[in-house]
């Protein structure tokens, strides 16, 4: 990781989906420095999951340059950006995208089984993957009881904290959580974001956090209104 480049650097990035005649996005430049906590937000549609797609290169624009702590993934074919993403970006998806048949434990170590780089960054800091899963469930209280059982059998709560800690898991350098906290009792919220901002500052991560919840915002020194980066609307063609 180049640690002196911004986390993210977005510049005039322009993405539409398959048969729109416009943007959905269309973005002159976002950027996000190294261990920054950015709170996102806007209204219902207007592109925000898309966005963090683009940051964490599930998705391609078909204009413009993304780059993550100095790495273009902008020119990268969709399985090295999925490689990147594996070794250095923590994603908590909105829908979580758990494997349902796999237990929570499992569900949280697959990064580690998929990316060398964040066992060996565990194994710098002196832990193993599985220890490390068990302390961040602990962490987001789920109970050790649940760690054996299937993703699909556990409640919505439940399975957006194994989300979280799946995304933690091996110290990315930078973690985007979309809506992480909808599922959970406000109580909940409030504790899951402490732990969130806790273990990024401790791994030194940026965090992209989107939510439309105002009460989370102010616990972020800074807040990006997604409408304030976009550009006037175009046709996508031009
Ligand atoms: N897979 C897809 N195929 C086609 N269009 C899509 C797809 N996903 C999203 N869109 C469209 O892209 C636009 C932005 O959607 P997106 O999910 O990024 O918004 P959002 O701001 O995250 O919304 P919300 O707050 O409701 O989650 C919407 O018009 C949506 O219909």
Redesign the pocket.
Known sequence: MTNAAPAIDLRQVSFH????REW??DIDHFEQAAGEGVFLN????????????LVGGVLAPQRGQVAVHGHALTGLRAGARDRFRADHIGFIF?MFNLIPYLCALDNILLPCRFSPARAKRLQEAGTTPAAEARRLAARLDLETGLLKRPAAELSVGQQQRVAAARALIGRPALVIA??PTSALDAGRQQAFLDLLLAECEAAGAALLF?S?DARLSRRFSRRVA?EDLKRQPTEASA
């Open positions: 989906w398959p048969g729109a959905h996005l806007g209204p219902s549609g207007s592109g925000k999951s898309t966005l963090l797609a909105q979309d809506e989107v439309h997604l």
